[in-house]
């Protein structure tokens, strides 16, 4: 009879066990199968990009993250486009791809330490290497195309070691690229919004500017119409004839003693450059085009006339401080306009 009522007892808990070791069972030959058809949709899609010119390379891919996550590794990533009139090259140690379990429309790329980024124009190739804390990247896809987009670098330290004081340097930045719903057809309504912010960017081509060489930013916009697919300039063209525009909501600036506050909107011209038509809140602009002037960008000339019809339009705050100028800022035919006056000459976008 003990015995009886000891089989009894021990059954439940038999039973239970074995629908655990059953559930777990099914559970990671599910997450196995996902995960090597997961690898192989990387490994379709990196083959995919070489086909498209891309060069995409790496020394080994292997599934990780079990039982919650699907991690691919992947050790020795190369991303590059070798065959532009602006070409470059990137290299990391490694690359994660990682997918929630039970959402396989988003994923996250994640990477960190030594990196090394190579840009080569004209010719002349400029190899930059260097640890970076963290970079990551975030997607939503569906139906095959990219809903939404967000990425994060965090202190980003690369130097060409053949230029001393040639450093890309990136404390910290955010971008969000959102896709917004629109009617087919629909070329007048905002399919995508823009944001971004930066702090203490610092580029190699800054070395040039006469106001420093760290730059700050924030940045909220909307793009009007639909860049559809296909060649760049094709789609470029396309999107300009059917009224696209980028509407800009906001745009703060500040590099040396510039600080700009700006809205309005940006266009492509027939030949396909940048047009704008901007309202615009400044300080600091005596500063800048006495440095413009030193540097030669501003003639003279116009530097005189600009800083007497600015100091006219300029007002001081009833507090004191720096002067705040508005007016409009106007891009056309690769000129930059500050009000009525031409202040400089805009350089030529190459969309190939």
């Known amino acids: ?8 007892t021990r059954r439940p808990w ?76 990137w290299q990391g140690t490694n690359l994660r791809v990682m997918f929630e379990f039970w ?19 004209a010719g002349q190739i400029k190899k930059f290497s260097g640890d970076i804390d963290y970079a990551l990247g975030q997607f939503v896809v569906s139906d095959g195309e990219i809903k939404k987009v967000g990425i994060a670098l965090q202190g980003v330290q690369l130097t060409n070691w053949d230029t001393a004081d040639a450093t890309i340097s990136i404390p910290s930045a955010q971008l969000s690229l ?8 629909d070329y007048q309504s905002a399919s995508w919004s823009l944001s971004g912010s930066t702090a203490g960017l610092s580029l190699p081509w800054f070395s040039a500017s006469p ?7 924030s940045l909220k916009a909307r793009l009007i119409g639909i860049i559809k697919r296909g060649p760049l300039i094709q789609s470029l063209e396309d999107w300009r004839d059917r009224g696209g525009t980028i509407e800009l909501e906001k745009l703060k600036l500040k590099h040396g003693p510039l600080k700009i ?16 038509a901007l309202t615009a809140n400044l ?54 306009y500050l009000g009525p006056v031409r202040l400089l000459e805009l350089p030529e976008v190459n969309w190939l």
Not at 1 to 8: H, T, V
Not at 76 to 89: E, M, N
């Open 261 to 276: 506050n700006t809205n309005g909107t940006l266009a492509l011209d027939g030949k396909l450059q940048p047009i704008g």
């Open 103 to 121: 959402d396989r429309k988003s994923f996250r790329l994640e990477t960190s330490g030594q990196q090394t980024l190579a840009l080569s124009k």
């Open 14 to 89: 038999l039973i239970a066990f074995s629908i655990m070791v059953l559930f777990f069972t099914i559970y990671s030959c599910l997450w196995l199968v996902l995960a090597l058809s997961l690898r192989d949709q990387v490994v379709n899609w990196i083959d995919d990009q070489k086909d498209q010119g891309f060069n995409v390379r790496y020394n080994k891919l292997q599934a990780t993250g079990y039982p919650f996550a699907i991690c691919l590794e992947i050790t020795s990533p190369r991303l590059g486009v070798p065959k532009t009139s602006t070409s470059w090259d």
């Open 178 to 185: 959102d896709r917004l719903k629109i009617a087919k057809g």
């Open 211 to 217: 106001l420093g060489n760290n730059l700050g930013l």
């Open 283 to 336: 300080e600091g602009f005596f500063e800048t085009i006495d440095a413009l002037k030193r540097l030669g960008v501003v003639k003279a000339r116009n530097a005189i006339t600009a800083k007497i019809m600015l100091g006219v339009l300029s007002r001081t705050p009833k507090g004191g401080g720096p002067a705040i100028l508005n007016l409009a800022l106007t891009a056309q035919k690769r000129h930059l």
């Open 1 to 8: 009879m003990g015995d009886f009522n000891k089989q009894r």
